[in-house]
Each structure stands twice: as structure tokens, then as C-alpha cells.
Nanobody, 120 residues
Framework: QGQLVESGGGLVQPGGSLRLSCAAS????????MGWYRQAPGKQRELVAV???????NYADSVKGRFTISRDNAKNTVLLQMNSLKPEDTAVYYC??????????????WGQGTQVTVSS
């Protein structure tokens, strides 16, 4: 089994920055794509950014130029650096990863979510 644990959310003023971190653990054989999604109240969960095992990235149009996703394959972690935050970035942010584990095969895993609030 695999597990994702997020950290780094919080309250920040508009224009500020936050960095989210997500660590994968468990009986992991390999990690494929890792990414971040978010869900605002009353809205569907949406993709924010994704990074492949080779380092290719893709971003939602709403965060391009402000957010940067990166990963440390040696530490099984994915980071989301969020700059120039806007009130509309307020949401619960979820880490996602496609993992292959020794005992459960390949599947999509989710973190528990971390709240990001952008407000003055």
C-alpha cells in the first residue's frame, strides 16, 4: 500500500506565497505522475499542476506563471510553489500520485488535503 501526506497550507495575504509539500511512503516500487488538484467550496475538484517521472510539467491556465511544480524522486516528494496568490486560489489542495506498490499493483492515491486560504 502507498500513502501520501501533505503539508504547507495556511492563510496568506493576496500577493503572498506558500509552498505545499507531499511525501509518498509505503511499499512503493515506483512512482509515475504526481500532481496537485484543488477544490473550492461549491466547485468540482480541478487539476492545478502535474509532473511526470521524467520531469515534464503541465499547469492549469489559471496558475501558469505563478505556480511551479517540482519533484524529488530520491525522497518521493512533490512540491508546489505558489506565488502571487489570489483570493480565487482559496481551496483545499490535494496531492495525487500514480504509484506501483509491491503488494497492490498500480493505482491512484490521494492525500488528505490541505487548506489554502488567500485573504486580507
Amino acid at each position: 500500500q502507498g500513502q501520501l501526506v501533505e503539508s504547507g497550507g495556511g492563510l496568506v495575504q493576496p500577493g503572498g506565497s506558500l509552498r505545499l509539500s507531499c511525501a509518498a511512503s509505503g511499499s512503493i516500487f515506483s512512482i509515475y505522475a504526481m500532481g496537485w488538484y484543488r477544490q473550492a467550496p461549491g466547485k468540482q475538484r480541478e487539476l492545478v499542476a502535474v509532473i511526470t517521472s521524467g520531469g515534464s510539467t503541465n499547469y492549469a491556465d489559471s496558475v501558469k506563471g505563478r505556480f511551479t511544480i517540482s519533484r524529488d524522486n530520491a525522497k518521493n516528494t512533490v512540491l508546489l510553489q505558489m506565488n502571487s496568490l489570489k483570493p480565487e486560489d482559496t481551496a483545499v489542495y490535494y496531492c495525487n500520485a500514480r504509484l506501483k506498490t509491491y503488494y497492490s499493483g498500480t493505482g491512484d492515491y490521494w492525500g488528505q488535503g490541505t487548506q489554502v486560504t488567500v485573504s486580507s
